[in-house]
Structure formats: C-alpha cells, structure tokens
C-alpha cells in the first residue's frame, strides 16, 4: 500500500505550485543567459579575441625591434655610456611580446578545444531546458488536479455532516423544500 499524504493545509499545496511557477521562469532565464553566454565566448574566440591578440602581437614586435633598434643606436653613439634605459626597453618589450604569444596561443587553444568541452555541458544544459519546458510543467498542472481533489475531499464531509445535522431536525439541508402540487388550506 503506497505511504499516505499528510496535507494539513490546501493553501501550502497552492503556495508550493505558485514558488515553483516562480522557481520555473527564473531556472528558465537563467538556462537562457547561460547558453547565450556560451555562443558570446565561442564568438569571441573565434572572432574578436583571436584578432585582437594577433594584433598585440605584432605590435608587440614592433615594439620590440624598435627598442633593439633604438638600443643598437645607443651602443655605437659616442654620447651614452652605459644604454641601461635602452635595455630596460628591450626587456620590457621582450615581455610584452611573450606575453602577447602566450595569450595568443591560449586563445588558439581554446578555440580548438572549446567545442569539445563546452558540447557535453551544452547537451545537457538542453536536457535541463527539456525538463523544465515539457516535465515540470506536467508537475504543475498535477499539483492543481491534486489540489482540486482535495479540495473535493474536504468538501464532501463538511456537505455530509450539514445534510446530518438537518435531517435529524427535520429538513433537508441541502435541497430546499420541493414545493407541493396540493394548494394549502388555511382554517
């Protein structure tokens, strides 16, 4: 025999459905928000974030031979002893070139294996939109069918126990009087 529900109040069956109504909508945005931001970083990295590191990059290089440029000149002047500011460039630019490449090549890195991480999650994230678009749904309209057969419940004895209490006086509680075929007679 299934376990038996203890429901002691009608109004936290309709206070649940209404918080999962809620519960629904926001789960809903949420999957939304989170498959968007799937094709935004897919996008960037494809796209925007791909070109913009190959860019620093070759800013980067020029940057770089620049400062060894500038730093050659230094070396051969008459007029500098010492081209520690000159050195100071080239590292600085040297950094800012490995920099650069390493971005570069986490972006390239990312692009290629991004599909490969970021589908399984995306399967299942379509799963959990499934569930909530066609299953919960389901739940809810099962929790207002359950509702109105309990309130059909709690109708039925109280209805019971009025047409008890009129019969024994003497009246039907629940169907007025039917009215009778013979006219009454007044002495």
Do not use: C
């Not at 990059?57 to 081209?83: C, G, H, N, W």
């Not at 069918?145 to 109280?158: F, N």
């Amino acid at each position: 025999m299934p376990e038996q529900a203890k429901v002691t109040s009608l109004d936290v069956l309709e206070s649940f459905r209404a918080r999962l109504i809620v519960f629904l909508s926001k789960s809903r945005r949420g999957i939304d928000e989170v498959t968007d931001e799937i094709r935004r970083t897919r996008n960037w990295l494809e796209g925007e974030g791909r070109v913009r590191w190959e860019a620093e990059v070759k800013k980067s290089r020029k940057r770089l031979e620049q400062a060894e440029a500038e730093l050659m000149s230094a070396r051969f002047s008459e007029f500098i002893d010492t081209p520690s500011v000159q050195q100071m460039q080239v590292r600085k630019a040297r950094r800012a070139l490995e920099d650069a490449e390493r971005k570069l090549a986490a972006v390239k890195r990312w692009s290629r294996d991004f599909d490969s991480r970021a589908d399984p999650l995306a399967k299942k994230l379509e799963s959990l939109r499934h569930h909530f678009d066609h299953v919960m749904p389901q739940g809810v309209t099962w929790l207002v069918q359950a509702q109105r057969t309990l309130e059909g419940y709690t109708e039925t004895p109280w209805e019971q126990m009025t047409d008890a209490a009129a019969a024994s006086q003497g009246a039907p509680a629940s169907t007025p009087a039917a009215p009778s075929a013979e006219p009454e007679v007044k002495p």
